[in-house]
């Protein structure tokens, strides 16, 4: 399922997916049995901190990689079971109720004899449309279905507050459609994505032979995907590109949009899903729908029938009968190295997280996060924006008149810990017993319908974009405000029982990142009523091209990393994320700093407390990771690998260095140094 796109520039504020271990017993909450004490800290503090962690935490088969962040996960997830399984029991949940529904999709999703024995049955309908499409107004009106249901048909139609305007909701459309990660999937000379190519034609066949198509005609119908597909691919914009505001900002009415697209009608389109008062929208990238117009017309109407066909197979596999979810895994396991299938109930757990998420948030939250705990994470929070306000206050690079405004921007900030303040209400989502994709379905409808009517009206202040039991955390630059869910709010990232240099080290990081997001290479471009500003925007010229610099340094330093051998890491695409990780862990020093003695005087386990803190930093990193995900990851992904936001980091913090007695010439130190704070 595909998630709520009204993040533009999807994983802008996100920190990682990413999860820890049971820690080895240690003297409270430190870890030392992560360590690696035959590594250097001063060659490579990454695996000093975490090379016992992963030695003793090998990549479970179903996981393409393992961390914290996914140990955390899958802790929440089996909390989640028990609250799902409870509720699929309990015959007596009143009809309509959130329990009911989230009862009734778990036990949709178990069913495996239901779903086995109905097969690809359940698509039918939808076949049958596809196969029903005579002329492009057809072909239209599928897209439009499909892309409701959830099927990644050729675009992406969202909203999205305006750049320009935050106080309104404009509809936007994206571009999209392909079955592969990212353009550089097709268009990439180089042995390993060619392999990738090679494999990903023997994977659309074979789910087109699982539809009934005969095993020749299956072939040639690949050949069609990957040929459509890679004429999307080539027609879209690089993800570096996309980082740019204004890459992605052409807001255009009617005409304008049909301007871009003749042969194809927007105005039907927005009747098509359900909102014929829509007059404008931003047309996110202009040049691939360009393209999609030339080739709606250039690929004959029965290759277009093929690729909804494949899309829609794609998009509902892993919820069919056992051969659609052996086959869907097979691309997965290309694609991410994951060597088996995670077991059915973490399959439906992680659906169901999708579907309704927040229904089971707030049995998660009564569950696992007490009031009580907000105000201690306040605390930690609170001393991170202190450490930014001094800075800001006191930054010798920094005009009056930028800091005037900067300081602004921060005050503005909101902040938001746990769960919303108000449930979402889900009485419009019908769920029964099965079959289970049609729950999916209809979640995924319901979703977009949610999504689709924000159009025009005003922001809704109080939403979150993710959901309370997400391990996670989130800067949002429209709403200027940060967002640290329960999930993300327990050990190792915040561990009551730890020595608080740890905890300032750790979720400091966290909070100290998301907080520097308002303030990296993109969040800077927006004021603090989040509207995205001409350059220099809020900073006076010569301010923000020193803040420029700063930011472009990072660049140069990440590019000079790689993974798997030899691909590289696009600084260009980390700028913001590494920016974020440097900012945040400066800032959580700064906090840890200036907290009282008692606080930051404790030694503990040999390490002093500085040594502490950046231990407790480096932890939040622990990962393996197989290479294959490692490319997937370099290649779409804006944040930089997990050993790097750890190394990367540390070498341009002298606060480090001096902690961990670090020499002269060593890696551990960039002799560029980039400095944001
Ligand atoms: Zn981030």
Redesign the pocket.
Known sequence: MRPSRSLLLG??????LGALAAGAGTPNGLHLGWLDRSADPAKDFFTFANGGWQEQNPIPPAYSRWGTFSVLVKQNQEVIRGILEDAAQDTRARAGSDRRKVGDFYASGMDEAAIDAAGAEPLRPELERIGAIQGLADLRREVAHLQQLGVGALFDFGQMQDFKDSAKVIGAAFQGGLGLPDRDYYLRDDPKFRQVREAYLAHVAAMLELLGDAPATAAAEARTVMDIETRLARASMPRVDQRKPENVYHPMDLKALEGVTPGFSWSGYFADVGHPEIERINLAMPEFFKAMNADLSAVPLEAWRTYLRWHLAHAFAPYLSRPFVEESFRLTRVLTGAQELLPRWQRVVAAEDAALGFAVGKLYVAKKFPPSSRKAVLRILHGIRDALRADLATLAWMSPATRKAALEKLDLMGERIGYPDRWRDYSALRVDRGPYVRNVMRANAFLQRRELAKIGKPVDRDEWSMTPQTVNA??DPSMNNINFPAGILQPPFFDPKAPAAVNDGAIGFVMG??MT?GFDDQGARFDGHGNLLPEPGWWTAADFAKFKAATDCISDHFSRYTVDGDLHVQGKLVT??AT?DLGGLTLAWRAFQASPAPRREKAAGGFTPAQQFFLGAAHVWATNIRPEEARRLVTIDP?PPAVYRVNGTVANMPAFQEAFHVPAGSPMINADRCVIW
Do not use: D
């Open positions: 994983t802008l504020c996100a920190f990682p989130y800067y990142h998301e997001h913001g994320e974020a944040h």
